[in-house]
């Protein structure tokens, strides 16, 4: 796992207030509105606000690439080339 | 700004003289003329507030006074500075400085917060009765929700304090909260409420777009239009009425083909043949040209269980998909996170900022297990029901 994919863990623990190794633990394909993860839209918008504000990288922008918030391992592919 | 909040001083605006020098543990009658001005206030949406110079004990007494003590949300009684007492209430309440005026007899108390809150409006007692008699600080109320305003904030004291001493999990408290939504089609009645939703939303509000009144008024009644309404009650009250849309019902006639509008009339607003109207299999699309949820009830996914009911009913009527505009140049980003997250994708380029996203209505729908979902024409039903409960238990 890459740096990139570590860090969107630790992130999603802490918007979800969840134990950030159960987080790390998980598999890449899971689901992040699915019923492990149940990412709320207010926990997503922070986020990618929190993605934005590490890699530089604005998922929201003209909504273009919010279809990377599907799993884990597609919103890192995104930000990881989008970081180039 | 609109007037929010009234943050009282107590000891010589609220009553005469000093309470803690009083020598029995009573507090002062109060000014009657103060008492009507709290009424008015109540009655025009705007909420009463204290920040008193004191000992912290008389919070107490005040609580416990019969006259006074339910007037109040969120007082602040110390021997601290006014204007840091005045930035707890706004905090607490959610509003802005600027919604805010404050009313003190000392003029030394008046001086030292318009020097460090600006934005305030400090006012002596007599200036607030006569800019409140000659209506120049808040207008009538425009509506009914409007005038339920300082009801809400006591009902939501009372909610988050019921979620601070709560020992389960957020989704238990959730259910633990009774909420019911009663969804329905827009009458006349509900016009002013949707003219209020299109200005106040901000966070759950797919466009933005302003649609003038007698335009709104239009849909209602055009078949080829449909308006629902949502309304959520819990166990501690009423939020009122807090989503809408408005939404075109494809013409399952003919495919491709959706009704004229746009919020100026024929012609206006976004390309509307992109991707609109054809489900690509014969069968009609719904469109949400607007879609509107109140922050008031923030974190209960209310906007998903009113999607989902509104998926039901396009469904129901045999359409294939429900498409949506969004702008995303708008401080809306939860919501378009929450398109997402309740199967939205993207359809096609409207506009500069203007997106159509679009999920198909077979298979499973979102479904939210703390909110309760009852119709509208059924809500008297559902009470004998919940009646009959109550004499079971």
Same mark, same amino acid.
């Given at each position: 796992?890459?740096?990139?994919?570590? #860090?969107? $863990?630790?992130?999603?623990?802490?918007?979800?207030?969840?134990?950030?190794?159960?987080?790390?633990?998980?598999?890449?394909?899971?689901?992040?509105?699915? +019923?492990?993860?149940?990412?709320? &839209?207010?926990?997503?918008?922070? =986020?990618?606000?929190?993605?934005?504000?590490?890699?530089?990288?604005?998922?929201?922008?003209?909504?273009?690439? =919010?279809? &990377?918030?599907?799993?884990?391992?597609?919103?890192?592919?995104?930000?990881?080339?989008?970081?180039? | !700004?609109? %007037?929010?909040?009234?943050?009282?001083?107590?000891?010589?605006?609220?009553?005469?003289?000093?309470? /803690?020098?009083?020598?029995?543990?009573? =507090?002062?009658?109060?000014?009657?003329?103060?008492?009507?001005?709290?009424?008015?206030?109540?009655?025009?949406?705007?909420?009463?507030?204290?920040?008193?110079?004191?000992?912290?004990?008389?919070?107490?007494?005040?609580?416990?006074?019969?006259?006074?003590?339910? $007037?109040?949300?969120?007082?602040?009684?110390?021997?601290?500075?006014?204007?840091?007492?005045?930035?707890?209430?706004?905090?607490?309440?959610?509003?802005?400085? &600027?919604?805010? %005026?404050?009313?003190?007899?000392?003029?030394?108390?008046?001086?030292?917060?318009?020097?460090?809150?600006?934005?305030?409006?400090?006012?002596?007692?007599?200036?607030?009765?006569?800019?409140?008699?000659?209506?120049?600080?808040?207008?009538?109320?425009?509506?009914?929700?409007?005038?339920?305003?300082?009801?809400?904030?006591?009902?939501?004291?009372?909610?988050?304090?019921?979620?601070?001493?709560?020992?389960?999990? *957020?989704?238990?408290?959730?259910?633990?909260?009774?909420?019911?939504?009663?969804?329905?089609?827009?009458?006349?009645?509900?016009?002013?409420?949707?003219? #209020?939703?299109?200005?106040?939303?901000?966070?759950?509000?797919?466009?933005? #777009?302003?649609?003038?009144?007698?335009?709104?008024?239009?849909?209602?009644?055009?078949?080829?239009?449909?308006?629902?309404?949502?309304?959520?009650?819990?166990?501690?009250?009423?939020?009122?009425?807090?989503?809408?849309?408005?939404?075109? *019902? @494809?013409? +399952?006639?003919?495919?491709?083909?959706?009704?004229?509008? @746009? +919020?100026?009339?024929?012609?206006?607003?976004?390309?509307?043949?992109?991707?609109?109207? &054809?489900?690509?299999?014969?069968?009609?699309?719904?469109?949400?040209?607007?879609?509107?949820?109140?922050?008031?009830?923030? @974190?209960?996914? %209310?906007?998903?269980?009113?999607?989902?009911? /509104? !998926?039901?009913?396009?469904?129901?009527?045999?359409?294939?998909?429900?498409?949506?505009? /969004? $702008?995303?140049?708008?401080?809306?980003?939860?919501?378009?996170?929450?398109?997402? $997250?309740?199967?939205?994708?993207?359809?096609?380029?409207?506009?500069?900022?203007?997106?159509?996203? @679009?999920?198909?209505?077979?298979?499973?729908? +979102?479904?939210?297990?703390?909110?309760? %979902?009852?119709?509208?024409?059924?809500?008297?039903?559902?009470?004998?029901?919940?009646?009959?409960?109550?004499?079971?238990?």
């Amino acid at each position: 796992m890459d740096v990139v994919e570590t #860090e969107i $863990r630790a992130m999603l623990a802490r918007v979800l207030d969840r134990d950030p190794a159960l987080v790390a633990g998980l598999p890449a394909g899971t689901e992040l509105f699915g +019923p492990e993860l149940n990412l709320t &839209s207010l926990a997503g918008a922070r =986020l990618l606000a929190g993605v934005q504000e590490r890699f530089g990288v604005d998922v929201a922008a003209e909504d273009w690439a =919010l279809e &990377s918030l599907t799993s884990i391992g597609t919103l890192a592919d995104f930000v990881r080339r989008a970081a180039g | !700004m609109t %007037v929010k909040c009234v943050v009282w001083d107590l000891d010589g605006t609220v009553w005469p003289g000093v309470a /803690i020098e009083n020598a029995t543990r009573e =507090l002062p009658e109060p000014f009657p003329r103060a008492l009507a001005a709290m009424t008015a206030l109540e009655e025009r949406g705007v909420v009463n507030s204290v920040a008193s110079r004191t000992d912290p004990s008389m919070a107490e007494l005040l609580a416990a006074d019969p006259g006074l003590g339910k $007037r109040f949300v969120v007082p602040q009684l110390s021997w601290g500075d006014k204007d840091r007492a005045i930035l707890r209430i706004v905090d607490e309440l959610g509003i802005s400085p &600027s919604a805010t %005026v404050f009313v003190d007899d000392n003029p030394f108390e008046r001086a030292q917060v318009a020097a460090l809150l600006p934005e305030v409006r400090v006012l002596a007692p007599d200036e607030l009765y006569a800019q409140l008699d000659a209506g120049t600080l808040v207008p009538a109320p425009a509506t009914e929700e409007a005038r339920r305003r300082v009801d809400r904030y006591r009902e939501e004291q009372a909610r988050r304090a019921a979620e601070q001493e709560f020992t389960g999990s *957020r989704e238990e408290f959730l259910r633990a909260c009774g909420m019911v939504l009663t969804v329905g089609t827009a009458g006349p009645g509900d016009l002013p409420r949707i003219g #209020e939703l299109t200005e106040r939303t901000h966070r759950f509000n797919t466009t933005g #777009e302003q649609w003038p009144a007698d335009r709104l008024a239009g849909l209602i009644d055009d078949p080829r239009w449909f308006v629902p309404v949502a309304r959520l009650t819990d166990r501690f009250g009423d939020y009122g009425l807090i989503s809408t849309a408005l939404v075109e *019902r @494809g013409d +399952p006639a003919r495919p491709g083909n959706v009704a004229p509008g @746009g +919020p100026e009339g024929a012609g206006a607003g976004p390309d509307r043949a992109a991707g609109a109207g &054809s489900g690509g299999n014969g069968r009609s699309d719904w469109r949400l040209r607007l879609f509107m949820s109140s922050c008031r009830a923030a @974190g209960r996914d %209310v906007p998903v269980a009113v999607l989902a009911w /509104i !998926m039901r009913e396009a469904r129901a009527a045999g359409a294939a998909r429900l498409l949506v505009d /969004i $702008r995303t140049d708008l401080a809306n980003l939860e919501l378009r996170v929450l398109l997402r $997250r309740t199967g939205f994708g993207r359809v096609a380029v409207t506009g500069e900022h203007g997106l159509l996203l @679009g999920r198909e209505l077979a298979g499973e729908l +979102p479904v939210v297990p703390h909110l309760q %979902v009852v119709p509208q024409d059924r809500v008297v039903a559902q009470d004998r029901v919940v009646a009959q409960d109550r004499v079971v238990q």
